[in-house]
């Protein structure tokens, strides 16, 4: 029975030690387009990280750069912001108002200490499943380089 019990132990310290880290990424999507590439990537069965959690908004436009910071305070790794492509909005000037405000959050990142390669910002339109795999899996690279997220320091 005791070496039953060792043998267990020996397997789940094993396993611990081959499971690598992986960031956690808050990902905050379009409905129309981001979200609908998301979609579009996993009907297509393509292959991307595990490390994304979504967030559907009704348009970028409707980030508030709170959720960002919420996003950090809640032990995400890395933010990622993705709208639809300028011109392409469903609510005709969400995206403009989103692309002023991300400028707006970097500096704050910044000014809070936040490293800024731990947010960013894109478009993808409904028919990029593609270009959604790869950012997800870029970012994922991106963050394992640079580690987890350990707060701010006052």
Known sequence: M??????????TQEAAAKKEWQPTILGILCNWCSYAGADLAGSARLHYPETIRIVRVPCSGRVDPMFVLKGFQKGFDAVIVLGCHPGDCHY?????????????????????????????????????GNRFAELVTEMTEKIKKLGPFEGVTP
């Open 92 to 128: 005709a000037k969400g995206n403009y108002y989103a692309r002023r405000r991300i400028a707006l959050v970097k500096d704050l990142l910044k000014s809070l200490g936040i490293p800024e390669e731990r947010f960013h910002f894109e478009w993808v339109s409904a028919s990029e």
């Open 2 to 11: 005791t070496q039953e019990t060792a043998v267990i132990e020996n397997t």
